[in-house]
C-alpha cells in the first residue's frame, strides 16, 4: 500500500501538477479553442475535397464516365470550396486563436477587452506581415517575381503578394504559427492599453460599440509600429517575420512528423489520462498546428505521415488507449458482471471512438493492471500506421474527416483509399491483440472478487 502510495505521490508532483498547470495556461487554452473551432471548417473542405476526387477513388469506367458528364462538371467549384478553406486556413486560426484569447482576459482579469477587437487586431498585425519585400538601393521595396517559369510552378509573386491555385501564399498553413505569435502580441498590447486607461475616453452617452471602436484606436497603432519595425528591421537583415519563425517551427514540426515522435505523442495521452487528466484534449491542443499544416502541404503536393485525424482515423480506434478490442471483449467474453455490464454500455460509444465509460467505469484512470496496454497498444499501432504511410503502402492523409468516424470509414476518408480502411482494422485488431492477455487477467480477477463476495453472502 505504500509502494502504491508513494508512485501515486510521484505521478501528482512530476506529472499531474506540470501537466495541469502547463493546460492552465491561457495561451494552451486559446490554441486549443482555436484549434477546435478550425476543426469543423477543414471537415466541411475536405468533403468537397473527396467530391472532387471520386473519380480517382471509384476507378471503374462507367462510373468515370458518369462522373465526368454530371458531377465532374463542377470540380473546380468542389475545389474552390476546399481552398476556401485549407487556402486561408491561418485567418481563421489566428482569428479565432485572438478572439478566444481576449475573452479568457476579458473573463479572468475582470478587464474592459472586446474579443472581436481581439481578433481584429491580430489579423491587423498578421496582414501586416503577409507581403514579401526586397531591400535593394538603400529601401525596401515590393517583391515582384511573375515569370513564366513562377507562374507555371505556382509561386508567382506580384507587388508582394504571392498567389497560386490554392490561394494567396502565407494565408494557408505556412502561416499559422506566424498568426499565433503576432496574434500573441497584439492581444497583449491590447490587454497593456486597456489595463493602464491609456487611449480615448468617450462620455457614457456613446453607444458601446462606438466607444470600442476607439479603444482599439490606440492598440492599432502601437501593433502597426511594433509589427511594422519588426518587419522592417528584419527586411533590411534580407529576411522576414515568416522566414524567422519558419526555423524553429520546422525544426519541431519535424520532431513531431517523426515515428518516434508520434509514438511519444501517444504515450504522453495515454500518460495523462492514466492520472485522470484528459490527455487526447491537452496534447491534441499542441500538435495539433502541425496536423493542420501538414495536411495543408499533403494536398499541395507534400508528403507528411503525420496528418489530419491521424489519431483517430489509425490509431485510438475506440478511443483513447485504442480500445475497441476492449469494449468487444467486455461485451462477448468477459466473465465478470461488472465488465460485461460495463461492455454493453460502452460498445456503441466505442464503435465511434468514445470511450469515457470504460476510462472511469472500468477503470482505466490510476489503474495499474492496464496501465501497460493502455500505453502499448497506441504507441504500436501509431508505429504501423507511421510505417504503412511513410513506405508508401498506404496513401498519405489528404483529408480531415469528423474524429467520431467508425474504424475503416475514417481510415478510407482520411486517405481516399481503400487500403486507409484496411489499414484501420489491422492496427485496430493489433491493439485488440495487445490488449487481450492484460483484460482477460483483470477480467478472471474481478469475476473472482465476484465469486467470493458472493460466497461470503
Not at 38 to 49: D, E, P
Not at 165 to 170: D, K, Q, V
Not at 266 to 284: D, P, R
Not at 419 to 442: C, D, E, M, Q, S
Request: hydrophobic letters at 55%.
Amino acid at each position: 500500500m505504500a509502494s502504491s502510495s508513494g508512485f501515486q505521490d510521484f505521478l501528482n508532483k512530476h506529472i499531474v501538477g506540470p501537466m495541469g498547470k502547463f493546460a492552465n495556461f491561457r495561451f494552451v487554452r486559446a490554441v486549443m479553442a482555436a484549434g477546435f473551432t478550425v476543426i469543423s471548417f477543414t471537415i466541411v473542405g475536405s468533403m468537397f475535397l473527396i467530391l472532387s476526387n471520386l473519380q480517382l477513388i471509384i476507378t471503374a469506367d462507367w462510373f468515370v464516365d458518369f462522373y465526368n458528364n454530371t458531377l465532374g462538371r463542377f470540380q473546380d467549384l468542389y475545389s474552390n470550396i476546399y481552398n476556401a478553406v485549407m487556402g486561408f486556413i491561418a485567418i481563421y486560426f489566428a482569428g479565432s486563436f485572438a478572439f478566444n484569447f481576449t475573452k479568457i482576459y476579458r473573463d479572468e482579469e475582470k478587464i474592459d477587452v472586446d474579443p472581436l477587437n481581439g481578433m481584429f487586431l491580430a489579423l491587423f498585425g498578421f496582414f501586416i506581415t503577409i507581403p514579401q519585400y526586397v531591400w535593394t538601393d538603400g529601401k525596401a521595396s515590393f517583391l515582384t517575381n511573375a515569370s513564366k517559369k513562377a507562374v507555371e510552378s505556382g509561386s508567382a509573386v506580384i507587388s508582394g503578394y504571392g498567389a497560386s491555385a490554392s490561394g494567396f501564399a502565407r494565408l494557408g498553413a505556412t502561416g499559422i504559427f506566424t498568426g499565433l505569435i503576432i496574434g500573441t502580441l497584439a492581444v497583449q498590447i491590447y490587454r497593456m492599453v486597456v489595463k493602464k486607461g491609456w487611449g480615448i475616453k468617450m462620455p457614457d452617452s456613446v453607444p458601446k460599440g462606438v466607444a470600442d471602436s476607439f479603444t482599439a484606436l490606440l492598440p492599432g497603432f502601437m501593433i502597426a509600429f511594433v509589427v511594422g519595425i519588426i518587419d522592417g528591421i528584419l527586411v533590411m537583415m534580407g529576411t522576414d517575420i515568416f522566414n524567422v519563425l519558419y526555423i524553429p517551427f520546422s525544426f519541431v514540426s519535424k520532431l513531431v512528423d517523426s515515428w518516434w515522435g508520434v509514438a511519444i505523442i501517444f504515450f504522453l495521452i495515454a500518460l495523462l489520462w492514466f492520472v485522470g487528466i484528459h490527455g487526447a484534449t491537452i496534447i491534441s491542443s499542441f500538435y495539433q498546428a502541425f496536423t493542420l499544416s501538414n495536411l495543408a502541404a499533403n494536398n499541395a503536393g507534400g508528403y507528411h505521415v503525420f496528418a489530419g485525424e491521424f489519431a483517430n482515423a489509425f490509431v485510438l480506434l475506440g478511443g483513447s488507449g485504442a480500445t475497441l478490442g476492449v469494449v468487444l471483449y467486455m461485451c462477448f467474453r468477459a466473465r465478470s458482471v461488472q465488465l460485461r455490464e460495463l461492455g454493453k454500455l460502452a460498445i456503441v460509444p466505442g464503435l465511434f471512438n468514445i470511450n469515457e465509460p470504460i476510462l472511469f467505469g472500468l477503470p482505466i484512470v490510476y489503474n495499474i493492471d492496464v496501465a501497460i496496454p493502455f500505453a502499448l497498444a497506441p504507441m504500436t499501432t501509431a508505429v504501423v500506421t507511421y510505417a504503412a504511410i511513410a513506405s508508401h503502402l498506404v496513401p498519405k492523409i489528404t483529408v480531415q474527416q469528423p474524429w467520431p468516424t467508425p474504424i475503416g470509414l475514417g481510415g478510407f476518408i482520411a486517405t481516399q483509399s481503400w487500403r486507409g480502411a484496411v489499414l484501420a482494422v489491422v492496427t485496430a485488431v493489433i491493439a485488440a491483440v495487445i490488449w487481450y492477455p492484460f483484460i482477460k487477467r483483470y477480467d478472471n480477477k474481478l469475476y473472482k472478487n465476484e465469486q467470493a463476495a458472493s460466497q461470503a453472502k
